[in-house]
T-cell receptor, first 112, second 112 residues
């Protein structure tokens, strides 16, 4: 069973702080990972993807991938109340096609 | 089109009736996926299309569920003899060969 695990939260951080969201996965063959943000009542939207070990930065977001330890994380710097949402980690099933397995999501609450 | 379009956005149906949900993917995206999300839950994979064929339909919950895709474009998910446990948001996504998914806005299905 290919799995992607996330802490459901809620993760509560003050405005301006760094939010750290973590995800572990079971399929060693997975090569790439995606972070989606889902506001309440809305569909998921892609915010970051990472293919290589190490860090990838995009604005206030940094994705980190450690294939040896099978974890991927998302850091949000200078967190804003508008970042409050559920963050879904997803990794591809390594069965030869681009099927994403989603974690259950971590709910982030940024309070003023 | 510019995005993934799903219709209807909301559907209320009586238990035992059949429903059809439609997805129009991004033009040129060969891969199309159906997921469903129950209230407060993660995304549950239903079926994957590559072109008009469905190499992975392992997530369909029962034989009441079926899906087809024609012309490598529009897909229809059909649920026969709906049950209350079918109530959920049904999300369609499309992608290029190796990219992340773009989700439609979903169809909220309520079975009463």
């Amino acid at each position: 069973q290919k799995e992607v695990e996330q802490n459901s939260g809620p993760l509560s951080v003050p405005e301006g702080a760094i939010a750290s969201l973590n995800c572990t996965y079971s399929d060693r063959g997975s090569q790439s990972f995606f972070w989606y943000r889902q506001y309440s009542g809305k569909s998921p939207e892609l915010i970051m993807f990472i293919y290589s070990n190490g860090d990838k930065e995009d604005g206030r977001f940094t994705a980190q991938l450690n294939k040896a330890s099978q974890y991927v994380s998302l850091l949000i710097r200078d967190s804003q109340p508008s970042d409050s949402a559920t963050y879904l980690c997803a990794g591809p099933f390594s069965g030869g096609y681009n099927k994403l397995i989603f974690g259950a999501g971590t709910r982030l609450a940024v309070h003023p | 089109g510019a995005g993934v379009s799903q219709s209807p956005s909301n559907k209320v149906t009586e238990k035992g009736k059949d429903v059809e949900l439609r997805c129009d993917p991004i033009s040129g995206h060969t891969a199309l996926y159906w997921y469903r999300q129950s209230l407060g839950q993660g995304l549950e994979f239903l079926i994957y299309f590559q072109g008009n064929s469905a190499p992975d339909k392992s997530g369909l919950p029962s034989d009441r569920f079926s899906a087809e895709r024609t012309g490598g474009s529009v897909s229809t998910l059909t649920i026969q003899r709906t049950q209350q446990e079918d109530s959920a948001v049904y999300l369609c996504a499309s992608s290029s060969a190796t990219g992340g998914y773009t989700f439609g806005s979903g169809t909220r299905l309520t079975v009463v």
